[in-house]
C-alpha cells in the first residue's frame, strides 16, 4: 500500500473539522515561514496577529 493510499484512509477514518479561520491561519504562515526567515513559532504568531490585524479592519478601508 502506498504511503497516499494510507494518508488517504487515515483521513477517512478520522475525520477532523478545519474551520475557515484555522485554513486562513495556516495560508498566511505557510507564506510566511518560506517566504522569511522567522521560525515555524513566529511565523504562526504573525500569522494570527495579521489575521487578527486584518479582520478589524472597518470594510471600507480594506
Known amino acids: 500500500m502506498t504511503l ?9 477514518q478520522n475525520p477532523t ?14 507564506v510566511l515561514r518560506h517566504g ?12 494570527v496577529d495579521l489575521l487578527h490585524t486584518l479582520d478589524t479592519l472597518p470594510e471600507r478601508v480594506r
Request: negative net charge.
Open 4 to 12: 497516499q493510499k494510507k494518508e488517504e484512509e487515515l483521513m477517512i
Open 17 to 30: 473539522f478545519v474551520s475557515q479561520y484555522q485554513k486562513r491561519v495556516e495560508l498566511v504562515h505557510d
Open 36 to 47: 522569511t526567515e522567522l521560525s515555524e513559532e513566529q511565523s504562526r504568531v504573525l500569522a
